[in-house]
């Protein structure tokens, strides 16, 4: 059997980091077996599409170099991968499970499925739904009969297709993470499967594109458990449940209090989808942690932690590697806590990884992002390597190396005050003189010389290093202080002293 696994996500927002996890499990599985990974849009709810989010999901996937070998952007021999160019398909099976008994016609209202609602109300079921108790008292072809639906149907009348849920019956599957699940029957309701403009819901073309296309094996988030029985049931109508794929429920991302929520990140400042997101429609805004300064292989790599392990201390993995190590006996099944400080570590942990090269091509798109014009690429190349032990996010790098590339526009003078003097006013006029004099231009002679003139006038050097820096960098932070006067070069140098001394004296 060839091993087919499938992300497919609804086009109606932003890509969640939780979904991101099930392409990377979906992914995983499917390159550790060498099988397919297939991309399929699930747009069968129109009145949820938004405009822009399918290109959305492509880019992020892309970004994340999980790309599907089957997709609308891909093609492939099971195709159309968009649900909505496959709507015949989804007809026909409805209407093979009405010829069954085992589904029905329903012509019920809004208004009189609110009225039902209310209706059945009670203490103990504040929100009845639409099964067995209820359905032989609205209008369907079971309550109907076959003459007075026919002549409804003719008529043009609008109607949907449940599925009829049996009696008593336990409905029992075989998770590759929970082991065996089972429901009763009892508790499940009819479920719509088609709808009255003609798409079917999630649960009939779930089963139907799965069987068409052929997928082995379905993961995906543990919130659709609830919706299983129902599938199993449709699988066992249709097909037959030998043909049913392994399923895996993946365990819950929890954020501070419970699930985690596009809200928690706008409540505690940290990204919740893979790149930004603007809505279209409402103009909300959501943060993504490739913009946040995230690297691509970090954040797999932490998506990957959050809720399997490969049984050793290891954590820091590379793609190649997760494909190698990955299983789904080793996926817990308790919900995994997101920590974002954690995220960053694995983002510091993979800039320190990355070949200087690799690292010096992500710096120069983010600095260039910011509008920072960049000299050549060996000078970047050597500042990277001075700065990255600094920077936890690619976006840091902005801040802790603009120094190397414009002369600072404040200076941190607040820190230097309390302790400056004529003496060392003097000291670096002196410093500027011996400065212009050099024919060589290196770290170490740029600091024997700086020390030798503060010994000559009695100044303990580790008192003027500080603002050294700071007429340098404009704050107290950075790599070895003679190490960015060597970068900068003579004249930048001399001229942030100058500047800096003019202001001490004003």
């Given amino acids: 059997m060839e091993i087919r696994t499938r992300f497919a996500p609804s086009p109606t927002g932003g890509l969640h980091l939780g979904g991101v996890r099930t392409v990377l499990y979906n992914y995983l599985f499917a390159r550790q077996n060498g099988g397919k990974f297939i991309l399929r849009i699930e747009d069968t709810d129109q009145t949820r599409f938004v405009p822009g989010a399918e290109a959305y999901i492509n880019d992020c996937l892309n970004w994340c170099g999980l790309k599907p070998d089957e ?31 085992v589904a029905y016609y329903a012509f019920d209202s809004p208004e009189a499925l609110e009225k039902m609602r209310n209706a059945f109300k009670t203490t103990e079921n504040p929100s009845p739904q639409y099964d067995r108790q209820v359905r032989m008292k609205m ?8 003459a007075e639906t026919q002549k409804r149907i003719s008529a043009g009348e609008a109607y949907v297709v449940r599925i009829k849920i049996p009696d008593d019956e336990t409905i029992r599957f075989n998770d590759m993470i929970h082991g065996e699940v089972s429901f009763e029957s009892s508790v499940v309701d009819d479920k719509v499967l088609l709808k009255a403009d003609g798409m079917p819901t999630y649960h009939l073309a779930v089963v139907v594109d799965d069987y068409l296309m052929k997928v082995s094996h379905a993961f995906r988030g543990e919130e659709w458990l609830s919706s299983a029985p129902v599938h199993i049931l449709l699988w066992k109508y249709l097909f037959g449940l030998d043909k049913m794929p392994q399923w895996a429920h993946l365990p819950l991302i929890l954020g501070p209090n419970g699930k985690l929520s596009k809200r928690d990140g706008a409540k505690y400042g940290f990204p919740v989808f893979a790149m930004n997101w603007t809505d279209p429609k409402t103009n909300d805004f959501t943060e993504g942690f490739k913009e946040k300064g995230f690297l691509p292989e970090a954040f797999i790599n932490m998506l990957a932690m959050l809720g399997w392990n490969d049984g050793t201390t290891q954590e820091i993995f590379t793609l190649d590697e997760l494909i190698d190590k990955f299983s789904m006996d080793r996926v817990h099944r308790a919900g995994a806590k997101f920590d974002y400080e954690k995220a960053k570590w694995f983002n510091q942990e993979w800039i320190k990884k990355l070949d200087p090269d690799d690292l010096c091509k992500r710096v120069a798109m983010s600095l260039t992002s910011k509008g920072l014009n960049l000299p050549d690429v060996n000078y970047l190349k050597k500042v990277t390597e001075l700065v990255k032990e600094r920077c936890t996010l690619l976006s840091d790098f902005y801040d802790q190396a603009l120094y190397f590339f414009k002369t600072p526009e404040t200076l941190d003078l607040e820190s230097i005050k309390p302790k400056w003097n004529s003496e060392k006013a003097g000291f670096f006029d002196d410093y500027i003189q011996w400065l212009s004099a050099q024919t060589a231009w290196n770290s170490q002679d740029l600091e024997t010389g700086f020390k030798n003139l503060a010994i000559q006038k009695n100044i303990k050097p580790g008192e003027l290093q500080l603002p050294f820096r700071i007429m340098l960098v404009g704050a107290k932070f950075g790599p070895a202080v003679f190490q960015i006067a060597e970068m900068i070069g003579a004249e930048e140098t001399i001229k942030r002293i100058k500047n800096a001394l003019i202001l001490l004296h004003a």
């Fill in 71 to 101: 997709g609308p952007e891909t093609g492939g021999h099971y195709g159309p991968y968009r649900q909505s160019a496959r709507k015949d398909i989804y007809k026909k099976f409805a209407e093979e499970l009405i010829a069954k008994g």
């Fill in 139 to 146: 209008q369907n072809s079971l309550n109907l009969g076959e």
